[in-house]
Structures are given as C-alpha cells and as structure tokens.
C-alpha cells in the first residue's frame, strides 16, 4: 500500500496495528545517493576497520534523504501455514513544516536518481506527497518555541517577534514606508467603520512581517491572521473582535498548531512503533538503512561506533540482514549471488521452499511475477521472503525436521544483530551488540607511491611473493596482502632503500594514523 | 516549447536559429534551491561589499543544480510592429555519461523544492528525461579519455584498463573464481564449435569488469561487448570475427563513442550559441542566473569578482536586468513592487504599454493570461515583455516620442552590464563591466553584542540617535547605520568603557577583516 502525505493520517493506525501483530518486520529504504566522495569506492576499503567504516558512512553518506521507506510486516497464521504480510511503502519528504521551522538540505547523486528514474521512480510523489518526519530533538525544540510564544501571547503587551536566525525585528525600509502607511490607513478606516473584517491586498513575506511588526505594536486588539487566496497568494485579514471572541480564535488557533506539530512528526512515529514493539527488523545489506533511519527519525548518529551500536539496539533490539546470512554458513556454499533480487530468484529453487503468503482481503499486495525491485516496499516484501526460506532451511537440518521455523526460533540466534559489511575483507560483519572480530592483518602492507603507478605497477613490485591483493587507498597509496605473513619481512627488508614507494607494516600504519588522530 | 532529452537533438537547430535571428534574448533559471547556509537572509546582509557577496554567492548557491533553464528569443517584425518569440523551456539534469564520467551531486533545499512542487513542477521531467551538459574543461578531459583508450586498443596487445578513481585492476576475489572460470570454459567452448557469438547471463557490473579483464588478456582476438535484455539488464556478448569484421566493429564503436560524446556537451551547446550570438540578454533578477549558467556550463567559477566579471563579460557581453531596470529612474517612481510577476502586471497598465508579440505558426506559446509562473520558459518570455515594455517607455520621453525601441538603442545604454544586487542597502547593482560604487560608509558602526541581543537592545542602545538602521551579520554582530555621520564619534566615546558590547567603525571592520585574510 502507497502511504503519502495524503493518506498517512488515516494509515497510521492500520500500520501500528500491523507492526503490533507481526512476528517479524522487514525494512528497506531508498536514498538520493550513496556516497559524497569523488565516487562509492573511495568509500570503501577492503581493510576498513569496523570504525573506519563507520565513520566514512556517517560523514560520507548521511547528507542524502532517505525518502522511499518500505516496510513490511509478516505474522504466521498456523492453521492456514502461511504468512499473513502487510507491505506499506512510505514516500518521505522534509516539507518544511513553518517558516521557522528547520529547511533541510540534501544531497542527490545524480548516478543514484538516474538509476531510480530509470525504474521509473515517482520523485513528484516523494516531492509534492511526501510524509514530514521530525527527530525527538527537533519535535521538542518546536514545541518549546510554540509554548514560548503562546506564553508571550498570553502575557500583556505586544509580540515581540522572535526571529528565526536573527533577522530581527525591521525597522521598515525606506521603500516600504507608504506601503506600511497605506496598510495603517487601512486599518484606521476599519475601525472607524461598522466593517468587522479588512482583507488586504495579498502581498510579499517581508511585507506581511512588517504588517505584523506594526500592527501588532500599535493595534494590539486586533486579531491578524495570514489566509490564502484560491491562487495560493497569501494576504492578510485583519478582523475587530471582543475579548472572548479573540480568546476562542486563539484557542482554535492553538488547536491548529497541536495538530500541525502531530502532523510534522509524521513518519517518526512508524519508526517509534516499529521500536516500541521491539520486534525482529529484517533487511538486506541493511547498514546504512539503519544509519539512515537513526539519522533522520531518530537522533543525530553519534560520532563512535559504540555508542552508534548502543543508540541503534535501543531503537530496534533485534536486527537480521539477510546478506550477511546468505554469505554464511549453510547458505554461503548454495548462494552465489547475494544481491538481492538473485538470492530472491535462488531460494525459488531446490534445496529451498518459496514460504506461502497472504495479504488480508482488499489490500493489494506485491505479486512476486511482476517485479517491481527498487520500490522500497517490494524489496522489503521479498527480503521478508528470503528470510523466511533460509529460516525455514535451517529447520530441514533439524531431526526431524521442521518445515516452519518462527522467527523467535533458537536456530536464528546466531544471526542477530550482525550486519553485513560490504567488501571488507576479512571482517564478514558489524556485530551491534559486542566487539567486533578483530583479524589478524599481520600479511598487509601499508604502501604508498607516485600517483603515476596502476595496480599492474604493485602486481609488479610484489612479483617475487606470489599472488597479492590490493585493496586501493586513494591516488598514492594502497594495502597489499601478501599470500604468507613471512614474506612482509623480505619485503620490508628490500623496500628500505626504496625512493620511490615506502612500505609500513599494517601495525606501523595502524600506529601512525591514531597518532595523527590525536594529535 | 518544452525541450528533453528526448527532443533536444531535432530542436537545437530552431534554438540556434531563433538565436541568431533574435533582436534580444531573455532567459531564466530554476534551481533546486538558494542557500545552503543556515538560512537565506544569512547569505545576504545589507552592507555587503560586492566581493563580500560574491564570495558568498559563490560559496554557498553553487552546489544547487540549475534543472530547468528557460530562453525566449524576440526579434522586431518591422512590417507588422510586433515581436515573433519563440520560448523554449529546457529540462536539465547532469546524467551520468558513463561509468568513467564525474558523478554529479548537488543540494536540494527543502523549501525550493516543496515551493516548486506545490506550482505543480514537474520533477519526473527533470530526473528521467533532463537534457545533460558538459564544461569545455569537462568536454575536452572526456574527449581525451576516449583518444586515449583508443590509441591503446590500436596498438598491440591487451588494454590495460584505466581505473577511473584507483580501483584498479581487480585480481579476482575468492568469491568469484568460480563464476570467472565458468565463463573461460564457455569461451574455450566457443572457440571450439562453429557458433560465431556467445551471450552470457546478465550478471553484476563488478562481474562484467572481472568478465573484461579476463578475455582481454587471454583471448584479445575476441569481441567483447556489454549489451542489454529487454527488461534493461546488462551482459556480455562474446563475438568470433576475422580482423576486418573486428575494425568495422571498432569504427562503428568509435563513432557512436563520437556521438555520445556530442550528446554529453549537451544543454552547453545551448548557451555557446547565445555567447557566440553575441545578442543583449535580458533577464530578472539574473546575477544568481549567470553565476549558475557560467559555473554549470561553462567554467568553474573564479574566487575574485574581477575575474567574474572578466569571464561573465566574455560568456555574454551584453546583459540586461529588468529587476535593475525597475528599479531605476525613471521606473522606481512609478513602480512599487519589482518582483516578476507584479512588475508585469504594473507594466500592464497605464502609463505603460504590453507590447504584441506573435508566437510563428504551429508553435505553442504561452498566454499571458493562463498564468505558468515559476516555469523558466514562461518566466523568460514575461521578463522579455516586461523589457520590451520599459524600453518603449524610454522613447515616450523623446521628442518627438517613439512608440518603438529597439534593443540596441541609445537609450538602453545606462542598464547594460548592471545587475541588481539584493538587499544591499546602497549599492543597487553589481557592474559587470568595470569598477562596483563605493558608498560611502562613515555613518556605519560595526557591534558586537552577546548573543541574547534583539533587535530591540539595539535600538535602546541607540535611542539618543534617533533613526537607525540594523543589518543583522549573525547571532552577534550586526551594523547598524545611524542617520548622521556626526553621531558616528559620540557612539564611539560612550562604548569606550563599555563591557558587554564593542562598537567599531565601518572603516576599522574593513582593515580587521582584511587583515584576517590576509593572514
Ligand atoms: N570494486 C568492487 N565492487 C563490488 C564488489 N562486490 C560488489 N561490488 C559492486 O557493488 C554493487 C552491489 O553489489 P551486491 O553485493 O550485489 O549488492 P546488493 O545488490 O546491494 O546486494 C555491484 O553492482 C558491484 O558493482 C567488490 O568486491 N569490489
Ligand atoms: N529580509 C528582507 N527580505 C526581503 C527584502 N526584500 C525582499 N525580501 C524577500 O525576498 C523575496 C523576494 O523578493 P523580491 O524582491 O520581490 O524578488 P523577486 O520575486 O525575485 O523579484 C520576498 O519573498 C521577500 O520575502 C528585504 O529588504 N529584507
């Protein structure tokens, strides 16, 4: 099911509901971009460390929007022995929420939206019907500034109007003067006549500030108010009231505003209840989804991984990223392709079971013939299946064996919160709730060299040693594992007259760089 | 006329035409927003100097993508006393040319886009169908690229493949061996039986460079090349041909290499035709408009003004603004708004006149009275009538007065090269072909406050001085202008002792921030 900007209210119970319900829930998002680097494999080295790379994904990653979020939910039905599923795909857009709330900025990668316009992604959804979304920072600073204006309002005297980013109260600018004294003419005749209401002329924003700025200083009792025209112009109204008449219209106003808050929050609260639930969260490659989700629904991403893994287990508890169990054991010798739609397309078939699903009357739901990948909801439905046949999978081992594992099942433990680290090496795995492994890389060179040199130069260089491999830096350096720990000495050895390349061992260069972070 | 990448090779020729033919052109731009600063009316502050606001300009407007571009060309039918236009209404996105081109990425500003997308913009138009665009400096390094790896092909040998951005040649992973040796046996296979091609499965763009590295180097007589399944799907088609089938291929790669290449300069074709044209462009508002169109098309932009305005000047020699135009004698008089929409509905009326233009046959044109604000074609043909309208103002003050004034009259003279600088209290325009004004400044005093400050403190602090005028620079500094340049001295003496606040004079800001940069 579409949820957008327009239907989201009326949804919102439904998808609780739903989340409430389910055994498990599966989660994927679509972003505007991946890496802001000069290009995605700058992003990643082979030989990151697991802080490294969290590091480079929270600078490098985190200023693109999140704005397709695909969940679905599945709830085992024993009689029927199939899974009920739930498929929402949100569309998510910061529209700013008042003038002075926050105007975010994002980054697009224009490999990235090409890619999704190819799909034929509907950005005018994301854009003109996205769902606002609000961290718990941001909804709190929001509400403190409406409960500080509402205290001022209540209090005698003028408004004094709080600037947003200290543009400050105007004094009117030359070439506004008669405009403003026209409006003050205006406003003397009205109350001067049995009118009850002036319409101004719709006028630009600097202007109505200064309507407001000198309205509200020397007409205190009258009751200002921007409306719109049907042509989306916004003027001002100006309306003489009684004391309890003016005290209703606040009050109304006041209502307006609790509501516009709730409003913004928006998608935030799919995200509390998903967490609130604390039910298993199921995706695929789903590292930076999770960083993405804490980011911008959440909370700013702490700058060390710890307290990143600390933050994202007290949002969601429990965390399976199908990639990571498709490369391991049992799985990794039958799966050669991990990517999505292949592991999809390969547990259709021997030795695994497509699980049956089912979606509650009158819901469309996805049809597995007429792909739809890369629409978030879809590939968060079909990451839920894949899940389910390698779950199920794990039961044909059992004696006897079983052909539903739930997903609360014993057998899945050793899969929680570990998430996929993409081309690293030796590392298969973030583990979010413990130190991660920490391999030996006593056979890896630091090397650095002219920005001249190719990989055939390195292949070169360590031609003596047998098969290496490189994992690229940038421009002027690179690591090179060597096939055996004792070759680094002889290399060491031979380098040290060396101009034009210098050789550090991977201790030397792990060394070397805290020391720069230190200092 | 709107103008994709779908049509833009068969309209070009009209452009260009229309370019050549035109009396004047005005153009007109969209970004995806303004300021990636805190907020908007931080980039600009109304004592700037015009390299203060330049630089800021540069800085902080440059990383926006300018994705829609509007043009309308005017030419006087002498006959008739009526304008033939045409407007063409470009959609631009910087689409990826290939794997080895620079991968764009550009800010959105929430609010531009959500403004855009409640006037109904069509984003899907921009991201799967914009017209893409290239530097000359970015033309060329391509073009290079290309007699680079062609040279390679032609000489003996495998080609060595050229990383894009150091991630070299890949010696295959463990992971992969299998895959890459399953394809070596189909290609021994081929070699053996009499089929002439071989189609391999569609697989992951890692594979196919593993897949390319492979056969160039074991089997260089063979023809490899990537092609796509109906359903967008990259592989790997593998040829058996003699020598002469393998240079027909060659030469008809390059040439298609040639014309994609003609098709990645794009949208720059466009505006190197107006530059070459040499005709008087006009636009509203447009120093953001030329900062984009120079940086996005033609040349990054330079950090000093001077060499802006050398390079503006080169790009387009004549240029006009209509918000300028406005707002000088004998305009400002009469004229009290001069946003785009309002100043075309002033000129609209008495003492002004709407010029009649024609639209040629079978084109659309736009219709002034079905309002498409805010779509740049639309927006460039209402600037243009809006010229039209204020130049035959000009000739109505002549004697005897002429209805009719052409774009290269006398008359126009005193607007060429000015651009309208925003919010600047007392420099109305930016010079684009010499020296900037220098007001003078003595009445100005620069403050520093603590950050609770109002606007309000300052007007206390001031109060003995009558009117002032402040210029917020940020949460505490701003200027604040006092109406007499003899107050200047008074302020000075009684901040003396002052403890929480320091006043400077204009000219002691100057030296201190110069010699901040200097240092
Ligand atoms: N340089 C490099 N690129 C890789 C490697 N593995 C995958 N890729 C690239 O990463 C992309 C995504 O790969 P995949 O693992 O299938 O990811 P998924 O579709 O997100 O599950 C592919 O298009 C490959 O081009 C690798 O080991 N080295
Ligand atoms: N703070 C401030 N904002 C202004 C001032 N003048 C215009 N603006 C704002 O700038 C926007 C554009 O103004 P305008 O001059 O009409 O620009 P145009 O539509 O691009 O010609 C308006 O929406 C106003 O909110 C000013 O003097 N001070």
Redesign the interface.
């Known amino acids: 099911m579409e949820v957008t900007r327009q239907n989201f209210k009326e949804v919102l119970p439904e998808v609780c509901n739903a989340v409430q319900e389910a055994d498990f829930i599966s989660i994927d998002g679509e972003f505007?971009?991946i890496s802001?680097g000069?290009?995605v494999?700058?992003l990643t080295n082979g030989l990151d460390t697991p802080e490294e790379r969290y590091t480079k994904l929270r600078k490098h990653s985190m200023n693109f929007?999140l704005f397709q979020f695909g969940i679905c939910t599945f709830r085992y039905d024993q009689a029927q022995s199939t899974y009920i599923t739930r498929a929402f795909n949100f569309y998510i857009?910061?529209?700013?929420f008042s003038r002075t709330s926050p105007?975010?900025?994002?980054?697009?990668?224009?490999?990235s939206?090409?890619f999704?316009?190819?799909q034929g992604?509907?950005?005018?959804k994301?854009?003109?019907s996205g769902i606002p979304y609000l961290t718990r920072e941001e909804e709190s600073q929001l509400r403190e500034q409406y409960e500080e204006r509402r205290s001022q309002m209540n209090g005698a005297g003028p408004v004094?109007y709080?600037?947003?980013?200290?543009?400050?109260?105007?004094?009117v600018?030359e070439d506004q003067r008669?405009?403003i004294r026209t409006v003050e003419q205006k406003v003397d005749a009205l109350l001067n006549s049995s009118d009850q209401t002036l319409d101004l002329e719709p006028?630009?924003g600097f202007q109505r500030k200064l309507i407001y700025q000198t309205l509200n200083s020397k007409f205190p009792k009258l009751h200002v108010e921007t409306l719109e025209t049907e042509k989306?112009e916004r003027f001002i109204q100006i309306s003489k009231v009684d004391e309890e008449e003016r005290r209703r219209r606040e009050q109304q106003k006041q209502q307006r505003e609790q509501e516009e808050l709730n409003d913004a929050v928006g998608f935030s609260r799919v995200i509390r209840a998903i967490s609130k639930s604390g039910k298993l969260v199921v995706g695929h490659n789903m590292l930076l989804d999770v960083m993405h989700t804490i980011h911008q629904f959440c909370a700013p991403l702490p700058e060390e991984l710890d307290d990143f893994k600390e933050v994202a287990m007290s949002v969601f508890p429990r965390l399976l990223d199908t990639k990571l169990m498709a490369s391991t054991q049992p799985f990794k010798e039958v799966i050669?392709?991990t990517?999505l739609a292949e592991l999809h397309k390969q547990l259709r078939e021997k030795p695994f079971k497509s699980p049956t699903t089912e979606c509650p009357e009158g819901l469309r739901s996805y049809d597995t013939s007429t792909e739809q990948l890369h629409e978030a909801g879809y590939d968060a439905f079909i990451t839920g299946l894949c899940f389910i046949s390698m779950a199920n999978h794990l039961g044909s081992f059992l004696t006897p064996p079983k052909s539903h594992i739930s997903a609360r099942s014993k057998l899945l433990e050793p899969f929680y919160n570990k998430l996929f680290l993409m081309r690293v090496i030796d590392i298969p795995y973030l583990n979010m709730s413990g130190p991660d492994l920490q391999p030996k890389r006593d056979h890896v060179l630091y090397v650095t060299f002219p920005k001249e040199w190719?990989?055939?130069d390195?292949?070169q260089l360590f031609s003596a040693f047998g098969?290496?491999?490189?994992s690229?830096i940038?421009?002027t350096s690179?690591f090179v594992s060597l096939s055996q720990t004792e070759q680094v000495q002889i290399a060491m050895n031979t380098s040290r007259y060396a101009e034009s390349y210098r050789i550090q061992t991977y201790a030397e260069y792990l060394q070397a760089r805290q020391k720069n972070t230190c200092s």
């Open positions: 505007t971009g802001d000069p290009s494999s700058a929007l857009f910061p529209k700013p105007d975010i900025k994002f980054i697009c990668q224009s490999s939206i090409d999704l316009a190819s992604f509907d950005f005018n994301v854009f003109r004094t709080t600037p947003p980013s200290g543009t400050g109260v105007c004094s600018p008669d405009f006028c630009t989306k050669s392709n990517s190719k990989t055939s390195l292949y098969n290496i491999q490189v690229w940038d421009d690179a």
